[in-house]
């Protein structure tokens, strides 16, 4: 395997200038995908109850399901 001269690979190419990139922020879109995405942390215990999606799924439209009749025969 060739080695990579470490002082080229961090050179731009001369047509290339550094003020052609404008300014650079790091994480500019962190809170829109924040704000946007529906990941959920599962903690540990509850990931090894429920190891894929499609468990945790299920489990909920169970809960909900349980839910709503619950409420059905309360209300009355």
Do not use: C, W
Not at 12 to 24: A, H, I, Q, T, V
Not at 27 to 54: C, H, M, Q, W
């Amino acid at each position: 395997m060739k080695k990579v001269n470490a002082e080229i690979a961090d050179e731009l190419r001369p047509e290339y200038k550094r003020s052609d990139f404008g300014e650079l922020v790091r994480g500019k879109y962190a809170d829109r995908v924040k704000n946007e995405s529906n990941v959920v942390l599962l903690e540990p215990d509850i990931a090894r109850a429920f190891p894929t999606d499609e468990a945790v799924n299920k489990a909920l439209r169970y809960l909900l399901e349980i839910a709503e009749v619950s409420t059905r025969l309360t209300s009355r």
